[in-house]
């Protein structure tokens, strides 16, 4: 059987138990038809009996993560991510098979796995019957018997699992409340009163974070035995473990234990630190002695570092980051310290883009990670002299989630443009690497799909820059005709588009869409100088004239109608779009997808209120002109172009006080333009997959009504009148 029958028919007996029948099956058929066809779009051919991909599909859509190989080398554990069609969310399950692809099975829900040392047991962040990732935390034996056992009761969001040495123990992080403010006593209340509820009393910068809402609660390192008991917090006191990129993003690594289980390494900030709320780049590396709760830090230089991989003779940790610095994008350093801080020093600085995914070598001469690099992701070793070696080179993005040093082999994923994210296994040595592919998730579906061709071209920009982009052009792509052009912008700014299959991308182009998506000055993989050009201006003259340019030599290679032009963005993206729009009239209509429109008002609003109050050289009350002249609201007296916003209504990244200050601007003007409120989605608009779907259909719906190559709906819905 294969994984895919095999996981639908797994899903379909987990589903018998909560699915009402008949009618409800038959509503989510009449919804999903409608979706499909909305906006005259129907089911397609090439004229060879394939079929182009629909929006429906994504409701099929599988992925792999989190690939964890077991110390001898021969069984993987994966999460295995699918979408459950009836509570409109994602899923997560653990998946296990051998390391060359045999016995593929389902495991447990949940995800988060990691093997013992011995390989006997796997520790796991358990999920219900639903699919929700569960907050306790799980051992299951690896033997026939499967037994497994429940060892947290009551653990905050425990998260980073790692086994002792002995398999004795495991440390986690979790919350931990912050103390409550001090609350005042009212005079005169009646006794059995109904007053109103005290207010919410706030004294720290970062009090709240997207996808979570306010913070009340610091994370610290927890242990727990191995076979069940009372979890013991190791780091009590003023010291917030896991570092937090733009001082709200948690992106703290694993905790790493020395080879004696004596101490701990982990990254973290203490936040009464001088000035530690107002930087948004700051994270150390620490040492704990578990005994005596002793906490040593050990990187010395100022700055944001983090993920730290001890070596296998516990002796020295690497590390990743970014020394100090008042801009919002600084040079990425690989860097080694002793495990006493002794000899901290770089073994890379100025790098591509930021080294991930580290794993020292078998001998411990070096280090495996991966970097992004011109669109793609790729496997690099680089010893303690400094060498470095690319391993891997190809059309691919991979990640590297495990490495076994007994057996030399590693697991992750990886993907590319008509590949889904799958599983890989690695052999390695710090002279070669080998990929395997041992999943193929989505294969099943995209064997009957005409998938849109990829390709990759350069453009010349301003100031002599030369510009990476990509064109997806439609299955049936007839160079003799001319298609609309959708210009998708990436978020960030500091992020990367690359070369990954793209589920949006190919439903454009099956809508008939060629799809340009291209890295402007900003974008990271290019190296520090290109991302660094737009610290302080942004957005501005040279990422526009980059994205331009990127259309222009999109245009010149045909096929492309240049009066039939789109332009999307979220996020970054959506910034991009408000500005682009500001600065021509070249596009038929826009979206712009949960965008920052005002940078002072923004300061304030976001829950990365360090780093947005860092965009510009000065702060505002110094020199207000740059924070102006950058806001692509004080432009919106030269926009012509008709203009859709859409925010999520939970979003505190870019809230959706930005989008509608836009959009009533707009409507003041005249200028056509919509509001959508994206209901359950925090930033972003398409997490829940429901909403995924409705961002495409909503877009194209919209670009319909001004596009002179379709019939227009309605196009008076789009102003009101």
């Not at 009836?86 to 653990?94: A, N």
């Not at 002793?338 to 078998?362: E, K, M, S, V």
């Not at 010349?460 to 001319?482: A, E, H, Y």
């Not at 916003?645 to 836009?662: I, K, N």
């Amino acid at each position: 059987m294969n994984e895919r029958s095999e996981s639908a028919r797994w899903r379909s007996r987990a589903r018998a138990r909560l699915q009402p029948a008949g009618a409800i099956l038959t509503l989510v058929a009449i919804v999903l038809t409608a979706l499909v066809t909305a906006g005259g779009r129907i089911e397609a051919s090439d004229g060879n009996g394939m079929r182009h991909l629909l929006l429906s599909d994504w409701l099929d859509w599988e992925r792999a993560s989190d690939a964890q190989i077991s110390p001898d080398g021969r069984t993987i554990v994966y999460t295995r991510l699918s979408i459950d069609k009836f509570t409109d969310r994602w899923r997560r399950d653990l998946w296990v098979m051998e390391a060359n692809g045999d016995h593929h099975r389902f495991l447990a829900h949940g995800g988060g796995a990691r093997w013992s040392p011995s390989g006997d047991r796997i520790a796991y962040i358990g999920g219900d019957e639903e699919g929700e990732l569960g907050s306790e935390i799980f051992v299951r034996q690896m033997d026939a018997e499967s037994a497994t056992s429940q060892i947290t009761h009551g653990a905050d969001h425990p998260r980073n699992l790692s086994w002792s040495p002995d398999g004795r123990w495991i440390v986690f992080r979790a919350r931990v409340p912050l103390p409550e403010p001090k609350r005042l006593a009212l005079p005169g209340r009646p006794k059995g009163a109904t007053w109103t509820d005290e207010p919410d009393i706030i004294d720290r910068l970062h009090y709240r974070a997207d996808r979570i809402g306010r913070v009340t609660w610091q994370m610290h390192l927890f242990i727990v035995p191995a076979d069940g008991g009372t979890p013991r917090d190791l780091t009590p006191g003023n010291i917030d473990v896991g570092a937090r990129a733009v001082g709200a993003i948690d992106i703290g690594g694993p905790p790493q234990w020395t080879p004696d289980g004596r101490f701990l390494v982990f990254d973290g900030a203490i936040p009464d630190e001088p000035g530690g709320e107002a930087d948004p780049f700051r994270s150390d590396i620490f040492v704990l002695e578990i005994a005596s709760g002793k906490i040593m830090r050990l990187t010395r230089e100022k700055g944001f570092w983090h993920h730290p991989r001890l070596s296998p003779d516990g002796r020295r940790v690497a590390y990743v980051g970014n020394g100090a610095g008042d801009e919002n994008y600084l040079p990425q350093q690989l860097r080694v310290v002793g495990i006493n801080g002794a000899q901290d020093h770089p073994l890379a600085d100025r790098l591509a883009d930021q080294a991930q995914d580290l794993f020292w070598d078998r001998a411990g001469h070096g280090v495996y990670f991966t970097m992004n690099h011109e669109g793609r992701t790729d496997l690099y070793h680089i010893d303690l002299a400094g060498r470095m070696k690319e391993l891997t080179k190809g059309m691919h993005r991979l990640r590297l989630d495990s490495f076994s040093p007994a057996s030399g082999a590693a697991a992750g994923t990886w993907t590319s443009p008509k590949v889904t994210r799958n599983l890989i296994h690695l052999s390695l040595s710090p002279k070669r690497a080998k990929i395997r592919q041992l999943t193929h998730l989505n294969a099943d579906i995209l064997a009957g799909i005409a998938l849109g061709s990829v390709e990759e071209f350069w453009a010349d920009s301003s100031d002599g820059v030369r510009i990476q982009g990509w064109i997806v052009r439609p299955p049936d792509f007839d160079p003799k005709k001319r298609y609309p052009m959708l210009l998708s912008i990436h978020g960030g700014p500091w992020s990367m588009y690359g070369v990954g299959f793209r589920f949006p991308f190919q439903a454009w182009a099956a809508r008939g869409y060629v799809v340009v998506y291209a890295n402007p000055r900003g974008s990271t993989g290019y190296g520090p100088d290109f991302a660094m050009a737009i610290n302080g201006r942004y957005p501005g003259r040279r990422d526009y004239d980059d994205l331009m340019a990127a259309v222009d030599a999109a245009i010149a290679k045909g096929g492309i109608d240049p009066d039939r032009l789109f332009v999307t963005g979220c996020s970054g993206g959506g910034v991009l779009t408000s500005w682009v729009v500001s600065h021509t009239d070249r596009f038929k209509a826009a979206a712009a997808l949960c965008p920052v429109e005002e940078w002072i008002s923004f300061a304030g609003r976001t829950d990365i209120t360090a780093w947005a109050h860092r965009m510009f050289a000065k702060p505002f009350w110094e020199d207000p002109a740059p924070w102006i002249a950058h806001s692509p609201l004080l432009h919106v007296g030269k926009v012509k172009t008709p203009t859709l916003l859409m925010t999520g209504e939970r979003d505190l990244r870019t809230p959706l006080g930005e989008a509608e200050s836009l959009y009533a601007a707009l409507k003041m003007r005249g200028v056509p333009t919509r509001l959508m409120v994206m209901r359950k989605e925090w930033h972003g608009t398409t997490a829940k997959p429901s909403n995924m779907l409705r961002t495409i259909l909503y877009l194209d719906d919209w670009f319909a009504r001004f596009d002179p190559g379709r019939a227009k709906p309605d196009a008076s819905a789009a102003t009101g009148n």
